[in-house]
């Protein structure tokens, strides 16, 4: 099972990631990071560290999310990405398609206290 939840930086709304995101959560993911580009500013975020599981169904929604935000003009930064899910983006190169940084650059980019 899937859950997200929302927190605020200074101009990029992230969704913290939690369980396995496999074909059964993809409408649950994809209708969450929607609402997320309603609050973006100019980027937004997901945190990946506590997600389980993903499968190509999940991987392939990321792509679609990614996609969407940069036609919208919104850089959408994966962060704090366990090691187990990091495994699968370097296996399928997502590493270098997506953009994907630390939870330290991401809250260093993002803090309200930077501003």
Same mark, same amino acid.
């Given at each position: 099972? &899937?859950?997200?939840?929302?927190?605020?930086?200074?101009?990029a709304?992230?969704?913290?990631?939690?369980g396995?995101?496999?074909?059964?959560?993809?409408?649950?993911?994809?209708?969450?990071?929607?609402?997320? &580009?309603?609050?973006?500013?100019?980027?937004?975020?997901?945190?990946?560290?506590?997600?389980?599981?993903?499968?190509?169904?999940?991987?392939?929604?990321?792509?679609?999310?990614?996609?969407?935000?940069?036609?919208?003009?919104?850089?959408?930064?994966?962060?704090?990405?366990?090691?187990?899910?990091?495994?699968?983006?370097?296996?399928?190169?997502?590493d270098?398609?997506?953009?994907?940084?630390?939870?330290?650059?991401?809250?260093?980019?993002?803090?309200?206290?930077?501003?």
């Amino acid at each position: 099972m &899937l859950e997200i939840e929302y927190v605020s930086f200074s101009n990029a709304p992230a969704m913290i990631v939690r369980g396995r995101y496999d074909i059964s959560s993809i409408t649950t993911f994809e209708e969450s990071f929607k609402k997320l &580009l309603e609050k973006a500013g100019s980027a937004v975020g997901v945190n990946l560290k506590n997600l389980t599981y993903i499968d190509s169904s999940g991987i392939g929604s990321l792509i679609r999310c990614f996609n969407l935000a940069r036609k919208r003009g919104i850089t959408c930064y994966f962060y704090d990405i366990n090691s187990d899910i990091m495994t699968v983006f370097q296996l399928s190169k997502l590493d270098t398609f997506l953009k994907v940084v630390t939870n330290e650059e991401f809250e260093l980019r993002f803090n309200d206290s930077n501003i």
